[in-house]
């Protein structure tokens, strides 16, 4: 049986509560009896919103916090975008599930001015020169790989934040965000390009669009009940990902690209690992029959070791 109360803890951004209450529409419809309440929380990563992501070196940013409190017991679980969690957790927290991913992909926002006056959807559009909008570093090596002539500006804090800066700072030409972000916002008409592999060439994050939720190690009552929610291609998927990038040692300052697809039954991960500057970068790809975690996480550790 669920517990009566299962208290749920998440970042105060409007897309980490959307997720919270993603999350908790799902528990509440299997345990009908049970309530979720949702606090919203600020960590260090909304904090400092002007440093750019990889001058802050530690890792766990959006996450010691809510652990923190759910150790103390003051949360029983919290949500994050899996992509902001460490790979490697506390050893009194777990992650008890992770659902169904929204789409993967990061996407191309074109500055709404452009479209409409030039045309201009794709990065193959934009002329040498051209600013884009992030402060993360794999998305900037590589874009920097696929176009040497793009060049990048700092843009941080939420979604719509960011929406804003492009449309008011006439240096910007574009932004590249999550497409799960602004999917679930309801912000789907701003994109303008999906980009993957054949589209630009540009691989997302590990992780991204899929939710992790965490619990304390060892809470029965609260893992049997995640374990209803959890989607295990997905899991499958992101448990490569997560241990390629374990095995290769990255946080959120290095670059590292990823890309799984589920093909007749088979996982196929490809990843990349790009230079900072762009200038150099290297690619792998397996393609193979897997149905366990272990399974998973052996090809993941695979393909770092071919990178
Ligand atoms: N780093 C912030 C962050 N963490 C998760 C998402 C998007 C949602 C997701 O990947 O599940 C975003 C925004 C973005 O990268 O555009």
New binding site residues.
Partial sequence: MAPSTITVGTRKSP?AMA?AELVVASLQAIFPESSFPIHGMTTT?DRDQNTA?YNFGGKGL?TTQLEEKLVAKELDIVVH????MPTTLPSDCTLGAVTKR?D?R?VLVMKKALRDTKGYKTLADLPDGSIIGTS?IRRIAQLARRYPGLKFKDVRGN?QT?LKKLDEDPELSAI???A???L?MDLGEHISQYLDVDNGGIL??V?????GVECRAGDQSVLEALKKIEDKDTLLACSAERSLMRELEGGCSVPIGAETKWVDGKLRLRATVVSVTGKEGVDAEVLESITTEEEATELGKRVARDL
């Fill in positions: 897309l997720q990563g992501l959006w975008s899996l992509k902001d929204e993967p990061d993360s979604i960011r590249v965000l999550a799960a972000g602004l679930r997302h994050a992780g991204q669009g899929a939710l």
